[in-house]
């Protein structure tokens, strides 16, 4: 299983979500082709209600703590079903400062 495989199957077990996206976004930065190392996923599950978002992403870390060695980015974004009925989509990612 890939790394993007992982990341999607262990946040499916971990929040049940009734949303999941993972990207590999990789190609936009300076590293070799074919690289798994920079990461996004949108995540949106009742698991985050009433929590804010640094302890939300602190449970996704915990649930990824075996990916994480071998992650170099990850762009988190979390919501709550009504937080995404109300938002419809996760910010665009920014272009790598670093070149790539």
């Not at 790394?3 to 946040?11: D, N, P, T, V, Y």
């Not at 190609?27 to 009742?46: D, L």
């Not at 990824?64 to 919501?79: D, F, K, Q, R, V």
Request: hydrophobic share 35%; net charge negative; with cysteine.
């Amino acid at each position: 299983m890939d790394m993007l495989e992982q990341i999607r199957h262990q946040l499916q077990n971990s929040f049940a979500p009734s949303h999941l996206e993972v990207f590999n976004e990789s190609h936009m930065h300076r590293v070799e082709p074919g690289s798994q190392s920079h990461f996004k996923a949108v995540v949106v599950s009742e698991a985050f209600e009433g929590l804010r978002t640094l302890k939300r992403h602190q449970q996704v870390y915990a649930a990824l703590s075996g990916e994480m060695p071998l992650i170099h980015a990850l762009a988190l974004h979390t919501y709550t079903p009504g937080e995404w009925a109300e938002r419809g989509e996760a910010p665009k990612t920014p272009n790598c400062r670093g070149g790539g």
